[in-house]
């Protein structure tokens, strides 16, 4: 079978390899679809602790089950299953109780567990018994059901902002993330969702998602105006979606009395400090949360919402490439042409 490996920094290679062999106890499963990741980007240039190279990454994707042990419960042969990235280890506090992202080993597939740019891959014991593993039926599509994953941390966001009925929504940055959240917080009880983008090319990708207002960061004062279309309250929740620490600081700025500001996107080990007056903090009694991953409920929920359309994929992912095209498609990623990258290991 083809795989993609990470031999070192910046040098990822296409490799023969043997078929797994698996267990009583664990899977193999037939890579469909899988899409590039941010963090995959960043893992080859900069490396992460937890990936050794030689490795395999990759984290959204989704496929069928070809083979399982005679120990395995959860999947049959022939099932279609996405997967997600953050596995529980089971054991710490964390995990029992249900927060396995917070976990301190913080296991994940395409990091500790060999990942998906491959056309198979063993779905091990701990993945199959603690992780994201999700059966769907033959309406959802394997590149859709891939996007589970980043819908999944989406989700794990809005819940830590207390998402709920009436809510005013501001998203900062038009990504993939950004774009799904529109919808996400829509089918949250959000009545109202602003959008705001620096690239006008995203812009125009994002706005198939109907939010109410679209703001040209570039072009505008955008806490002016996310206040005045807030009737000079400010949002009630404000989502970084973008890894800016201008969004960061601004988010707090915006956002209204007894709001909640959810700092998603990660920054650069480089970026400045947060520069913010912690009065403003203090006397508009506002929150400020982080969210990183997701936990297998939320990754269940993801797969749902795409099966029944309450949130839509179809206008992000731009481009496809076969995995012998592995190169071409981190490419695409990183010149941000586009916004999904979808990788066929059997195209």
């Known amino acids: 079978m083809l795989s993609a490996i990470l031999e070192d920094l910046n040098r990822l290679t296409l490799r023969e390899q043997p078929m797994p062999e698996t267990g009583d106890d664990e899977a193999l499963l037939r890579v469909e679809a899988v899409a590039i990741c941010g963090s995959d980007v960043r893992i080859l240039h900069h490396g992460n602790p937890r990936v050794k190279p030689p490795a395999v990454m990759g984290h959204e994707a989704a496929g069928v089950i070809v083979k399982a042990g005679s120990q395995v419960t959860r999947v049959k042969e022939g099932d279609r299953v996405a997967l997600g990235a953050d596995v529980p280890c089971g054991q710490c506090s964390w995990c029992r109780n249900g927060l396995g992202n917070n976990c301190a080993i913080n296991y994940a597939i395409g990091y500790q567990i060999p990942g998906a740019f491959t056309q198979y891959m063993k779905l091990p014991r ?65 009545t109202k969702v602003i959008a705001v983008q620096r ?137 941000r042409e586009g916004m999904k990258i979808i990788v066929q290991p059997h195209g």
Do not use: W
């Open 126 to 190: 701990l993945v199959l018994e603690e992780g994201p593993v999700t059966p769907f039926g033959d309406a959802l599509s394997f590149e859709h059901a891939a996007l589970a994953e980043p819908l999944a941390c989406a989700i794990n966001g809005l819940e830590l902002v207390n998402m709920s009925l009436g809510k005013t929504v501001v998203i900062l940055g038009l990504g993939p993330i950004g774009a799904m959240m529109i919808d996400l917080a829509r089918v949250m009880g959000a």
């Open 199 to 335: 690239s006008h090319k995203r812009m125009e990708i994002a706005r198939a998602y109907d939010a109410d207002v679209y703001v040209a960061s570039e072009e505008e004062d955008v806490v002016a105006r996310c206040r005045e279309e807030t009737g000079g309250e400010g949002p009630d929740i404000v989502v970084t979606t973008c890894g800016s620490v201008e969004a960061h600081e601004q988010a707090i700025e915006m956002v209204a009395h007894r709001g909640y500001v959810n700092l998603f996107g990660g920054l650069k080990e480089d970026a400045r400090p947060l520069s913010v007056l912690s009065n403003t903090i203090h006397y508009k009694e506002c929150f400020v949360t982080g969210s990183h991953g997701s936990v297998p409920r939320q990754h269940e929920l993801a797969v749902r919402l795409l099966e029944k359309g309450m949130v839509r994929v179809a206008p992000i992912i731009t481009h496809r490439f076969p995995l012998t095209r592995i190169h071409d498609a981190f490419a695409a990623m990183e010149s």
